[in-house]
Structures are given as C-alpha cells and as structure tokens.
C-alpha cells in the first residue's frame, strides 16, 4: 500500500472509534465544559497525551511485547484495574456534585467572577492535567489496550509497519489525526457554547456522564471474565 492509502484508512478506522461513546470522550466533554474559551486548546492537551501513549504502545508492539500483552490472564487483569479506575472517577464526579464541590465559575461571565480564596480551590491531581488525563483515561479503558493488540497490531502487519519506517509514520499520522478531528473538535464546540448553558444543565450533562462511567466500568470489569476466549468491542 501507498503511504497515504495507508495513512486514509488508518485515519478512518481511528475516526469511527474516537466517535463512539467512551471515557475519553467523557472526560473531554468535563474537562472543556470547565475550560470556558480555551476548551479548544484543552481538548489538544489531551489528544497530545493520548497520542504520546499510542506513540509509545506501538514501539512497544513493534519490539516484540505483544505477547504479553494479548494473554488472555493479562486482559482480564486490565480489565479489573482499568473498570475500577473508570468506576472510581464515576464515583469521584457524583460525590462532587453532593457535597457541592462542583465549579461553575466558567457559567459566569468574566468580569463577574469572584476570585476564589486560595484555601477553597481543589488540590491538584493527575486527572486534572490534561495531557496526563488524556494518559491516564486512555490507559484505564481495557478495550483500547484490546484494540491495539488484536486489530492494531494485525493492521500493522497487513501495512508492513515496522519500527519508525514510512509505513509506521503513514498508519500512525492517519490514526492520531481522527482521534485529533473527533476530540479537539468536540472541545471546541463545547467552549464556544457553554455561555448558553445553566448550571442545570451543566449538572445533567456531568450526571450522565458519571453514571455511564461507572456502567461501562463495571461491564469493563466483568465482560472479560464472560468472554474468555472473545474479544468484544
């Protein structure tokens, strides 16, 4: 195959998953409704960070790991770790929204905001830096570590993709550049509108998304279990 054969059907392979509803889309949509105008460049923060890590899992793919990696043991493990991380997230928002702790200064406008005393603001975190954000929730989804060692690694084969040749820079531009259309786009969005939305809507959008964390991490957590043998995607 061509190098931009390789690099289109790469882009639209990358392209149909980045849209479907996932933890990454999740903590996009809650990190840029709290970003207010500069949602667009939070959004490429966290593409940046999960490019960085699919950068690195295919060198690692390419070296000779993914053994290890396809063990069925090895899934059901990340798996367990990778759902009870999207369930404590899930968990972490509603708890948030209970006790109040939810930030809704980017629904005021600018020369309204209150400057907040320096003892109330939130402690930092990894999940609050987007670019280790955009590691650490692509990480914590086992089926993007599925993905990459059944259907990533059998396109690399089927590309001839070998360690930083043509072919590997082709499949892996193409790939990054759908998750980067989906993403920053989707961020985009959000900044340029959130001046129309209310604090409840704002409260039923981080609702909805909290609770389908916690579904999907516990069906991450169980499916593997159920379907040995199975990938499901």
Known sequence: MSF???????????????????????????????????????????????????????????????????????????????????????????????????????????????????????????????????????MSNPYWWIWWAVIGLNFMTQFSVGLLNLEFWSFFLGHELGDFLWYVSIAALLGFTNKFLTKRIYLGIIIICSIFMIIFGLYLSISPILTVGNVVL
Do not use: C
């Open 4 to 138: 931009f054969e390789i690099f289109l059907l790469s882009f639209l392979v990358a392209l149909s998953g980045a849209m479907s509803p996932g933890p990454l889309l999740t903590y996009t949509i809650y990190k840029a409704l709290q970003s207010k105008r500069k949602a667009y460049l939070i959004g490429l923060l966290i593409w940046i960070g999960h490019a960085i890590l699919e950068f690195i899992l295919m060198l690692v793919l390419l070296i000779g790991l993914s053994p290890f990696i396809t063990d069925q043991s090895i899934i059901i493990i990340i798996g367990l770790l990778g759902g009870g991380i999207l369930i404590f997230f899930g968990i972490n928002l509603l708890r948030d929204i209970w006790l109040k702790k939810i930030d809704f200064n980017f629904l005021i406008p600018e020369n309204e905001i209150i400057l907040k005393n320096e003892n109330t603001k939130k402690t930092i975190n990894l999940l609050q830096q987007p670019t280790l954000g955009g590691i650490l929730v692509s």
